[in-house]
């Protein structure tokens, strides 16, 4: 798979004060389409990006790969604050970039002009506008700890297997991912199951019959609500992807990234921490 131009979102949750907002650090190549801007630059030099950046700092730059992600974010701001103006467990979009002044002020004029930050993840074609916001979790290193897989890599299926039976009644450890989708599931509980801005989805590759038991007394353990869980048993994740149609899939796997990508899902790596 070919190294891809952008990188992933970083996500964290503040631990100070439990009414502080779900803070989102992205940047800026994936809500808006730099392709035009970054060619110019390689191929004609800092100059000629300069001047063509303020010849058309009023002129906005096309939707990028996670614009339909960020409109979605803000649909639920906007949905939290609706229910209670005064709600302060909101999401908070800081947008890093290491772009030049002249692009800089291009960038904020876009911004103002569709009224939304930006972001950065894998670049993929742009997705249309829809709500909820739709999230999807792979399991092992992303919501849960990688101590299965790094069994699996020592030992084999079966080795992993034996461990899952023998750990069950036991949860399995936090992944760095747990964080976030606690807050997403914070957020979800102000709201009915029918009339939540929010829909989370497990689409793991693990299987139901045999490794799905631990991975749901898990969530339950956590009380994180997860609308679906699909377990793939190996199976290609992409297909349910595209039915599902989220606005970021994160996964520890780059292969299921490309898969994802194959179907136009917009995608971020979660790098293991093992």
Request: aromatic residues 8%; contains cysteine.
């Amino acid at each position: 798979m070919a190294e891809p131009e952008s990188t992933i979102i970083n996500t964290d949750v503040k631990q100070k004060d439990p009414s502080e907002a779900l803070v989102i650090a992205v940047t800026t190549r994936a809500i808006f389409n730099l392709e035009e801007e970054h060619k110019l630059y390689m191929e004609k030099g800092k100059e000629e990006y300069i001047r063509h950046q303020q010849a058309n700092q009023d002129k906005p730059l096309p939707p990028g790969t996670a614009f339909a992600f960020i409109q979605a974010v803000q649909y639920v701001n906007e949905k939290i604050l609706e229910s209670n103006p005064a709600e302060k467990d909101l999401f908070d979009i800081l947008v890093l970039s290491n772009n030049s002044p002249e692009s800089g002020m291009r960038i904020i004029n876009s911004a103002k002009h569709y009224g939304v930050s930006s972001a950065l993840v894998f670049q993929q074609e742009v997705q249309a506008p829809s709500t909820p916001l739709r999230v999807v979790f792979d399991g092992d290193a992303v919501l849960f700890s990688d101590e299965t897989d790094q069994v699996f890599r020592e030992q084999g299926l079966e080795g992993a297997l034996q461990y899952e039976r023998e750990m069950e009644a036991v949860p399995m450890g936090e992944g760095p991912l747990k964080a976030f989708a606690m807050h997403l599931g914070k957020m979800r509980k102000k709201f009915s199951q029918e009339k939540s801005p929010i829909r989370t989805y497990l689409v793991t590759a693990r299987s139901g019959r045999d490794m799905g038991i631990r991975a749901i007394k898990t969530l339950r353990e956590w009380g994180l609500a997860i609308d679906e869980a699909f377990f793939m048993d190996g199976a290609p994740k992409g297909p349910i992807l595209a039915q599902i149609q989220p606005h970021i899939f994160f996964d520890d796997g780059l292969h299921n990234i490309q898969g994802a990508r194959d179907v136009g899902v917009p995608s971020a790596w979660v790098p293991s921490c093992s």
